[in-house]
């Protein structure tokens, strides 16, 4: 800060140094280090204009009057002395720490916060602005003993002190702990912590989405576990920061990106561990509430294995570390060979079932045990329709029954279409009892008449 | 075709299979497709290298994935 000589650019501001002759600021309390160096801060003191007393010792007088303030004909108006005490406070403190309890803590409608650090006999107005106020996790309580980080300034119009707090913290995590509070509260109310909401993870997904930043362990973790476990299963990053101002923006536009793109089985989001405040992000009600609409199944995995995080309360399935999470999400392949292996076996074993079943079927028929086998099938059917179950009249050989027949052609193919049946193409008839031979005359398809102009006249 | 979508046909299939009025034709016909469906997932294995890509997004909105390797 630098003192205004008189006659210089008009300003509401009085020099300091004119102000520190008739009263010397008293050097603040110098406790904590930043203290000392905002003592140090402090301008040096007289600074009388000697100059100016030397050169014109006569004029003594002229000079006193023409300092204002120094006389009733030269006193200052309120607002620069409150301004210049502004200049002189802002100047004379660095940013600092300071403890305390707070008080009379009051939001305002513009978003600016309003409060009272208090301590013994002494009290200090605060304000957080709303713009300042973003590293601040939550609104203090009264009675929380908080230490506050701002700056020491003078608001004119009040002609208060004012502390102007960019940063806060509470004994045990207390504003952490009731950002979360609140942050879960909100979530809680929109249904989107119910239990019931979390779906199932891809059993064999195929592609991997991983939400965090390039340069990270997680997705160097993940990629590990699956390189691993199965390396058919395709990780593909969506890069977004993961800490910092940025972080909640930007995951939020990965996690977008995922939902419109779609074309992906499963999504991690995450990152290594890191201090608190790192993690921070994934604590953010957007980013959260994003998470909870992805139409892609999630895991979260926020390198910290105590606490929860808000993103771990939403997503689907919540994996203390990525390499965690990748271990949940990828199955391993040799299982997988496995159970192809087994589903090979079931599929031939149950196709030799069948192909014998008809084989005795065929049999039974040919055998003169046809009648009974007949008798058989009407005394089920009648029995299933008294019970009202008419499923089985579904099933090929109840169909029979009931007066239908199944078309094939001479090499044992069903027809189920008219197309591709020519005029002259020998077919069979198969019926409850037997199997005719019979020859294609004419095919024509559903809707249309079988005269001939009418067929002429169809549409292709 | 994904595994996951194979396996859950294969898991259909043998479901039908084993409905004992099945008749042959559709039987036969079930069988084959199962083969198929085998045939693709085995495919699913035999990748022996994890691949690494990056989603990126176009101006216009159109996403491609591309090989991330450093």
Same mark, same amino acid.
């Given at each position: 800060?630098?003192?205004?000589?008189?006659?210089?650019?008009?300003?509401? #501001?009085?020099? $300091?140094?004119?102000?520190?002759?008739?009263?010397?600021?008293?050097?603040?309390?110098?406790?904590?280090?930043?203290?000392?160096?905002?003592?140090?801060?402090?301008?040096?003191?007289?600074?009388? *204009?000697?100059? /100016?007393?030397?050169?014109?010792?006569?004029?003594?007088?002229?000079?006193?009057?023409?300092?204002?303030?120094?006389?009733?004909?030269?006193?200052?108006?309120?607002?620069?002395?409150?301004?210049?005490?502004?200049?002189?406070? /802002?100047?004379?403190?660095?940013? &600092?720490?300071?403890?305390?309890?707070?008080?009379?803590?009051?939001?305002?409608?513009?978003?600016?916060?309003?409060?009272?650090?208090?301590?013994?006999?002494?009290?200090?107005?605060?304000?957080?602005?709303?713009?300042?106020?973003?590293? +601040?996790?939550?609104?203090?309580?009264?009675?929380?003993?908080?230490?506050?980080?701002?700056?020491?300034?003078?608001?004119?119009?009040?002609?208060?002190?004012?502390?102007?707090?960019?940063?806060?913290?509470?004994?045990?995590?207390?504003?952490?702990?009731? $950002?979360?509070?609140?942050?879960?509260?909100?979530?809680?109310?929109?249904?989107?912590?119910?239990?019931?909401?979390?779906?199932?993870?891809?059993?064999?997904?195929?592609?991997?989405?991983?939400?965090?930043?390039?340069?990270?362990?997680?997705?160097? *973790?993940?990629?590990?576990?699956?390189?691993?476990?199965?390396?058919?299963?395709?990780?593909?990053?969506?890069?977004?920061?993961?800490?910092?101002?940025?972080?909640?923006? #930007?995951?939020?536009?990965?996690?977008?990106?995922?939902?419109?793109?779609?074309?992906?089985?499963?999504?991690?989001? =995450?990152?290594?561990?890191?201090?608190?405040?790192?993690?921070?992000?994934?604590?953010?009600?957007?980013? $959260?509430?994003?998470?909870?609409?992805?139409?892609?199944?999630?895991?979260?995995?926020?390198?910290? !294995? +105590? *606490?929860?995080?808000?993103?771990?309360?939403?997503?689907?399935?919540?994996?203390?570390?990525? #390499?965690?999470?990748? !271990?949940?999400?990828?199955?391993?392949?040799? /299982?997988?060979?496995?159970?192809?292996?087994?589903?090979? /076996?079931? @599929?031939?074993?149950?196709?030799?079932?069948?192909?014998?079943?008809?084989?005795?079927?065929?049999?039974?028929? #040919?055998?003169?045990?046809?009648?009974?086998?007949?008798?058989?099938?009407?005394?089920?059917? &009648?029995?299933?329709?008294?019970?009202?179950?008419?499923?089985?009249?579904?099933?090929?050989?109840?169909?029979?029954?009931?007066?239908?027949?199944?078309?094939?052609?001479?090499?044992?193919?069903?027809?189920?279409?008219?197309?591709?049946?020519?005029?002259?193409?020998?077919?069979?008839?198969? @019926?409850?009892?037997?199997?005719?031979?019979?020859?294609?005359?004419?095919?024509?398809?559903? =809707?249309?008449?079988?005269?001939?102009?009418?067929?002429?006249?169809?549409?292709? | 075709? %994904?595994?996951?979508?194979?396996?859950?046909?294969?898991?259909?299939?043998?479901?039908?299979?084993?409905?004992?009025?099945?008749?042959?034709?559709?039987?036969?016909?079930?069988?084959?497709?199962?083969?198929?469906?085998?045939?693709?997932?085995?495919?699913?294995? %035999?990748?022996?290298?994890?691949?690494?890509?990056?989603?990126?997004?176009?101006?216009?909105?159109?996403?491609?994935?591309?090989?991330?390797?450093?």
């Amino acid at each position: 800060m630098t003192a205004r000589r008189r006659g210089g650019p008009p300003s509401q #501001s009085l020099g $300091a140094l004119e102000l520190f002759e008739s009263e010397p600021a008293p050097p603040p309390g110098a406790e904590s280090r930043s203290a000392s160096r905002a003592a140090r801060a402090v301008p040096p003191p007289p600074a009388r *204009d000697t100059r /100016e007393v030397r050169e014109a010792p006569r004029r003594a007088v002229y000079v006193e009057e023409s300092i204002p303030g120094a006389t009733p004909g030269s006193a200052v108006s309120v607002m620069a002395l409150t301004a210049t005490a502004r200049d002189v406070l /802002e100047g004379a403190f660095m940013p &600092l720490w300071v403890r305390g309890e707070v008080s009379d803590f009051k939001a305002h409608r513009n978003g600016h916060w309003y409060f009272c650090l208090r301590g013994e006999d002494a009290q200090l107005k605060c304000v957080a602005w709303s713009r300042e106020r973003r590293r +601040i996790p939550a609104p203090p309580d009264d009675g929380m003993q908080v230490v506050a980080l701002g700056r020491l300034t003078v608001y004119p119009a009040r002609g208060e002190m004012q502390f102007s707090v960019t940063r806060m913290e509470a004994e045990g995590d207390g504003l952490w702990r009731k $950002a979360l509070e609140l942050t879960r509260a909100r979530l809680q109310a929109d249904g989107l912590l119910d239990p019931a909401r979390k779906r199932m993870l891809p059993r064999y997904p195929r592609r991997i989405a991983v939400i965090t930043s390039r340069d990270g362990a997680a997705l160097r *973790d993940v990629y590990a576990v699956a390189q691993r476990r199965c390396p058919s299963v395709e990780v593909v990053l969506v890069p977004a920061a993961v800490q910092g101002d940025s972080a909640p923006e #930007s995951l939020c536009f990965a996690l977008d990106q995922v939902a419109r793109w779609g074309d992906v089985d499963l999504v991690i989001i =995450g990152r290594g561990g890191g201090a608190r405040e790192d993690l921070w992000a994934f604590n953010d009600e957007r980013v $959260a509430r994003a998470l909870a609409t992805c139409p892609v199944p999630t895991i979260s995995a926020v390198g910290h !294995e +105590i *606490d929860m995080s808000i993103c771990d309360l939403v997503a689907d399935l919540r994996a203390p570390t990525p #390499s965690a999470a990748a !271990e949940a999400a990828v199955p391993v392949q040799s /299982e997988l060979r496995e159970r192809l292996r087994m589903s090979a /076996e079931t @599929l031939s074993a149950l196709a030799a079932e069948r192909v014998a079943s008809a084989r005795n079927r065929a049999a039974e028929y #040919s055998s003169g045990l046809a009648r009974d086998a007949a008798r058989r099938v009407e005394r089920r059917r &009648l029995d299933l329709e008294s019970s009202g179950r008419r499923l089985h009249a579904l099933s090929p050989l109840a169909t029979l029954d009931r007066g239908y027949a199944i078309l094939r052609t001479v090499e044992g193919r069903t027809v189920r279409s008219v197309n591709g049946l020519e005029p002259g193409t020998h077919v069979e008839v198969v @019926l409850r009892d037997g199997t005719a031979a019979a020859t294609v005359d004419r095919a024509l398809p559903n =809707g249309e008449s079988t005269s001939p102009r009418a067929v002429a006249g169809a549409a292709p | 075709m %994904t595994f996951e979508a194979s396996m859950a046909r294969l898991e259909a299939i043998a479901s039908r299979l084993e409905d004992d009025e099945l008749d042959l034709d559709t039987a036969l016909a079930l069988f084959e497709e199962g083969v198929a469906e085998l045939r693709a997932a085995s495919a699913f294995l %035999t990748q022996a290298e994890t691949r690494l890509k990056q989603l990126n997004e176009a101006a216009d909105g159109v996403f491609r994935i591309d090989d991330l390797r450093d």
